[in-house]
């Protein structure tokens, strides 16, 4: 207890001097992998170290103080019914599970933090502590192989480390692939890919960052950002800004500039904005938003790094009013607050989290900000609806354009996420689960000439449960994944993932949950080469990327995206029990993210 106690004295003192100016870091170490479809070929499951007997649950951090109930006042935004029918997957790619971990390590970890993203011929999923590769017709192209495997022979802790929040986006500007997973409370570990082959060789990275925790990475056209939470003894949140031209480039002075986010009273699950679509001419910086229930409101800062000059200019917290919430939920925040049927083991809610990831598009007279995360309806007690946003900037500042509640029965929904396309319409995915309905996973969605603040589709479903969970994860998104750790789920007699984090899909983004502390594990490493294909012409990249969704239980990212040119005039959607991916054609050409369901 006194070495525990020491080490979080240690580390509140070194995060504590970190917070306190802007800093430049340079790499600590560099280096180049092989390529990745030789790493995974060299990888024998079994041959790793077993830690021994049991299952591995990261327990969630401290909570945060517990907001007042606020039983008897009904959500103003909430919507009551539901709308009109969607098409069913076509569709289904298995993703990875916990089995898989069980096969690596000789253990499960709960939760998994699934997420994943789709490029523009293949999908990558990382959950703890495994990646894997597709072809978009769901053929995989490499066993799972450990996350840290890509940092083999690199030395220092990305190699010898396999701590897990792992993220993976496809930046479609310059076609390349970004794997990221953290050494807990020491470094973060960026992957960069050389070409937009996700099989071929990484660039890689170890950023040295006291207290990590939750880490959360997103594209916009000027730099790679994300937030991290600093676990000292404030849980502050920490935005980081990347210099992504040099991290493509393999250049080793490449810079990440941190600025910590303050002025906001108990601050937490604050998430980076990730592109959609075409870059504005006029780059916005990094954007991170994050809710604050007492105040009824979004808080917004902006980060506008300087790599030449080693200066950034941070902005914020501006405050954006939205319609009046609650999110106080039985058992607190990181209590166990949903049902599910035939266990009095209910799942984590994740409150005080936006769902991973942020979706930002730029159309030609706005910008826009799609974002969602759980609220309590009031109804009836600890009654789990899902918020969302479509926020914009027209010049003048963000303000809210449209919001609702999303709550067309008693049944449970949490853990999702919101997304647009080219066209306006917007896409939700989410967890649902209730006193007789097995934790699921399930979509609905809205064209830009509905009526305001509501979801017109029926719900669709992408996964339904029909096992109890033994433990969802709180983990958020992604993928089902954002954060997540409580019960856990068996899916076809296997240890089905719980989410925390984002994942993209063909031409989507991604989501997270968020989740708190990491487990280190020493693996082996393997190495491998191989001659990455051309990029394909502009013509031929039809899809941006998609990510996986990240929930506790499951979790559903949708990325929408309508100026798709589809082969069929009725929706499609490519989904897995574990990952799922959603195109849909005609008026909604909508595309799903990557949702990693964490079902049975």
């Known amino acids: 207890m006194r070495r525990v106690v020491l080490f979080l004295l240690l580390c509140g003192v070194v995060s504590w001097a970190w917070a306190q100016e802007t800093k430049v870091v340079r790499p600590v170490r560099v280096g180049k992998s092989k390529a990745m479809r030789e790493i995974a070929q060299n990888f024998k499951p079994g041959t790793l170290h077993k830690t021994g007997a049991g299952d591995y649950e990261v327990p969630n951090r401290p ?8 039983e008897g006042r009904i959500d103003p935004a909430w919507q009551r019914q539901s709308g009109e029918s969607v098409a069913a997957p076509l569709v289904v790619i298995e993703g990875l599970s916990s089995d898989d971990n069980a096969a690596a390590f000789g253990f499960r970890i709960m939760p998994p933090d699934v997420n994943g993203d789709v490029g523009l011929n293949h999908v990558v999923e990382t959950v703890n502590l495994l990646f894997r590769v597709w072809n978009k017709s769901g053929t995989p192209l490499i066993p799972a192989t450990p996350v840290n495997e890509l940092w083999n022979g690199f030395g220092g802790n990305c190699e010898l480390n396999n ?17 990221s997973q953290f050494v807990f409370s020491v470094s973060q570990c960026i992957a960069c890919s050389e070409t937009g082959d996700p099989l071929g060789a990484y660039n890689l990275y170890e950023f040295s960052t006291p207290g990590n925790d939750y880490p959360k990475m997103s594209n916009m056209p000027d730099a790679y950002y994300g937030t991290i939470r600093n676990f000292n003894s404030t849980f502050a949140m920490d935005a980081h800004a990347w210099n992504g031209a040099k991290i493509r480039a393999g250049d080793p002075s490449a810079e990440m500039i941190v600025r910590t986010l303050t002025g906001v009273s ?3 699950g604050v998430m980076p904005a990730d592109l959609d679509g075409p870059a504005a001419a006029t780059p916005p910086g990094g954007l991170f938003l994050g809710h604050d229930d007492a105040g009824n409101r979004l808080y917004l800062y902006t980060l506008t790094p300087n790599f030449p000059a080693g200066t950034s200019t941070l902005t914020g917290p501006t405050f954006i009013p939205v319609t009046a919430y609650s999110s106080a939920f039985a058992g607190g925040f990181f209590g166990t607050s949903i049902p599910q049927p035939g266990t009095t083991q209910r799942l984590d809610v994740i409150a005080p989290f936006l769902r991973f990831s942020l979706h930002y598009r730029n159309f030609p007279t706005h910008q826009t900000m799609i974002a969602n995360h759980v609220v309590d309806i009031n109804d009836f007690a600890d009654h789990a609806g899902e918020r969302w946003y479509e926020l914009r900037n027209t010049g003048s500042g963000w303000t809210v354009f449209q919001n609702g509640s999303y709550a067309p029965d008693a049944n449970h929904r949490w853990m999702g996420n919101a997304a647009m396309n080219g066209g306006g319409d917007i896409g939700l995915g989410y ?7 097995s934790p699921s996973v399930r979509y609905t969605g809205r064209v830009a000439t509905d009526p305001s603040g509501t979801m017109t589709m029926a719900e669709g479903v992408i996964a339904a449960g029909h096992r109890l969970a033994a433990r969802w994860p709180a983990a958020g998104v992604i993928t089902a994944a954002s954060p997540s750790i409580r019960p856990m789920m068996q899916l076809s007699g296997t240890s089905a993932n719980t989410f925390r984090r984002p994942v993209r899909l063909n031409g989507t983004r991604r989501l997270a949950l968020s ?5 280190r594990r020493q693996v082996i490493r393997r190495a491998s080469t191989a001659a990455a294909p051309p990029i394909p012409p502009a013509a031929e990249r039809r899809l941006s990327p998609i990510r996986l969704l990240p929930p506790a239980v499951l979790a559903i ?16 959607m490519i989904c897995s029990i574990k990952i ?10 909508m595309t799903l993210r990557f949702l990693p369901a964490l079902i049975v």
């Not at 701590?163 to 794997?179: A, C, K, T």
């Not at 989740?515 to 487990?519: I, M």
Request: aromatic share 6%; glycine share 4%; with cysteine.
């Open 266 to 268: 108990g601050i937490d």
């Open 515 to 519: 989740r708190s502390r990491r487990v």
């Open 580 to 589: 799922c991916v959603a195109v849909m054609a005609t008026t909604f050409n």
């Open 557 to 572: 990212s949708m990325a929408v995206h309508k100026a798709i040119p589809m082969p069929l005039p009725t929706p499609q």
């Open 63 to 70: 909570p945060v103080a517990q907001l007042p109930r606020d």
């Open 431 to 437: 967890s649902l689960s209730s006193s007789s309905v």
């Open 163 to 179: 701590d897990g929040d792992p993220v993976v986006f496809y930046d479609e500007i310059n076609d390349r692939w970004v794997i």
